[in-house]
């Protein structure tokens, strides 16, 4: 069940469209920097500036860019997608019918998604490694420490990075996959997943609702810039890992239990 939901998912046209999308954004950064020669020092997204004197830092501008919208949308369509598609198409009932049970489908169906959480950000990562090798001088990486480590420590760091995105990921890919258990709809799941985004960036903005901050989904999203420092700060990166394990808890829950007592043939 798990090897064929895999080939399901990352079969779709529009999964690899997404991924394609994803990979298309660093190299469009590394080659409006190539051309223009970046921003200031300090200007533009974050790691920008340094994507001309590192190829690595194209590698972390590209997350930077995509971390805030371009991933979450992706996942939201995924995760939205993942019960809701199959109940439009009618095939959820008789997904239902084999074995397996309610929950080893539910379950499958969250790690595939999961998978993807994962991938998505290693395809930003890869796809920013290639284009600023390509582009830019590539060598030993300065961090934003002001420390020097070895070219495959910071290739490393991207990694680990794109790991620790797409982990970030999995609070929000817990709600799209419990929204989509609720509806029949995937494009009401997929809009009601993306809104929640929306609406937890908004209040991670807003300074009198300082208290909701270390609760909103959002609100670590960019503590994976920390792994460019030398040494490593860690503290934001657990919190955020934290974070989105109690999400996945409780809308892991919900969703568990909205499919073992939904009506697949209503």
């Known amino acids: 069940m798990w090897l064929v939901e895999a080939r399901t998912v990352f079969g779709r046209a529009r999964v690899r469209a997404l991924l394609v999308a ?21 200007a533009g997204p974050a790691f920008l500036d340094r994507a001309s004197r590192n190829g690595v830092f194209t590698a972390l501008a590209g997350l930077a860019v995509t971390m805030p919208f371009f991933i979450p949308l992706s996942v939201s369509v995924v995760a939205g997608d993942a019960i809701a598609g199959e109940a439009s198409l009618g095939t959820l009932r008789y997904l239902l019918v084999r074995p397996a049970g309610r929950s080893r489908l539910l379950l499958a169906k969250g790690v595939v998604v999961a998978l993807y959480c994962v991938v998505a950000a290693l395809v930003v990562v890869a796809a920013g490694l ?35 995105v797409g982990a970030s990921m999995f609070g929000l890919a817990s709600i799209g996959l419990f ?36 609760w909103m989904l959002t609100n670590y999203w960019t503590a994976f810039t920390d792994l460019a ?28 239990a909205r499919m073992t007592s939904r009506d697949v043939l209503a």
């Open 179 to 214: 929204v989509s258990t609720i509806t029949d709809a995937p494009i009401a799941a997929m809009a009601v997943t993306v809104a929640v985004v929306i609406v937890s960036a908004i209040v991670d903005g807003v300074p009198q609702l300082s208290f909701l901050h270390p």
């Open 130 to 164: 290639v284009a600023g090798f390509a582009f830019f001088p590539h060598g030993s990486v300065v961090t934003l420490s002001g420390t020097t480590v070895p070219l495959l420590d910071g290739v490393g760091r991207s990694l680990l990075a794109a790991t620790v």
């Open 229 to 256: 420092r030398a040494p490593v700060r860690w503290h934001q990166i657990w919190k955020d890992l934290v974070l989105q394990a109690g999400y996945l808890v409780v809308f892991g829950s919900a969703a568990w």
């Open 22 to 42: 994803l990979a298309a954004v660093p190299v469009l950064l590394a080659l409006a920097v190539y051309l223009s020669g970046g921003p200031g020092a300090g």
